[in-house]
């Protein structure tokens, strides 16, 4: 079956510093890769996006490159903020006979203190 | 980008008695929704998927009688937990797919307590 593994958290950085958060998947077939952010109290929001191999997903600072060779679709940014906090989740979504599956991370948490 | 609107956004009630869950599509029509339970400090897991028109497939593991679906417009799904129980108590969110788009978008997320 389809899965993604990324890094536990929590994570703690301090304001400024870089950021990367580890994913990497597996699936049967040719996935698009997502990374969600899910700010306090909120619901998912998409952060970015890859749909192929070697495409990079950028959105607010933060990107993601689809690594097909590696099957990782890593999160990174170069500076994070305080409003950067939040849990991010890797998650794939595979299209299969019309029956479409999203299949998510256990969700990474990022405090960034000032 | 595509709204899901999903509420309420926080609902407390009493063990045995049921709660209904709404999401909608705002400006768009959503073929497919999805329904997720979050459990604390996991990831989330889908519980159903649902067609317009048509029955919701469940999960395995997830009880059809006990967490009813119906998507019966375009624009809107619902999830009635029926006979809550504290163990229900969670946080639910929907998502919704357009047909032929590679992403989902999700509503807001509602925190069920039951007590």
């Known amino acids: 079956g389809n899965s993604v593994t990324q890094m536990e958290g929590p994570v703690t950085l301090s304001e400024e510093a870089f950021l990367t958060i580890n994913c990497t998947y597996t699936?049967?077939?040719?996935?698009?890769l997502f990374w969600y952010v899910q700010y306090p109290g909120e619901g998912l929001q998409l952060l970015l996006k890859?749909?192929?191999?070697?495409d990079k997903g950028s959105n607010k600072g933060f990107e993601a490159t689809y690594r097909k060779e590696t099957t990782s679709f890593h999160l990174e940014k170069g500076s994070v903020q305080v409003s950067d906090s939040a849990v991010y989740f890797c998650?794939?979504?595979?299209?299969?006979?019309?029956?479409?599956?999203?299949?998510f991370g256990t969700g990474t948490k990022l405090q960034v203190i000032p | 980008g595509a709204v899901v609107s999903q509420h309420p956004s926080r609902v407390i009630c009493k063990s045995g008695t049921s709660v209904k869950i709404e999401c909608r599509s705002l400006?768009?029509?959503?073929?497919?929704m999805f329904w997720y339970r979050q459990f604390p400090k996991q990831s989330l897991m889908l519980m159903a998927t649902?067609?317009?028109?048509?029955?919701?497939?469940?999960e395995q593991g997830v009880e059809k009688d006990k967490f009813l679906i119906n998507h019966a417009s375009l624009t809107l799904s619902t999830l009635t937990v029926t006979s809550a129980h504290p163990e229900d108590s969670s946080f639910y969110i929907c998502?919704?797919?357009?047909?032929?788009?590679?992403?989902?978008?999700f509503g807001q997320g509602t925190r069920l307590t039951v007590v």
């Open positions: 998502s919704a797919r357009v047909w032929g788009a590679t992403e989902a978008f």
């Open positions: 699936a049967t077939g040719y996935p698009s």
């Open positions: 890859a749909t192929k191999a070697d």
């Open positions: 998650a794939l979504i595979l299209d299969s006979g019309g029956y479409q599956k999203v299949t």
């Open positions: 400006d768009f029509q959503a073929t497919t």
């Open positions: 649902s067609n317009e028109g048509s029955k919701a497939t469940y």
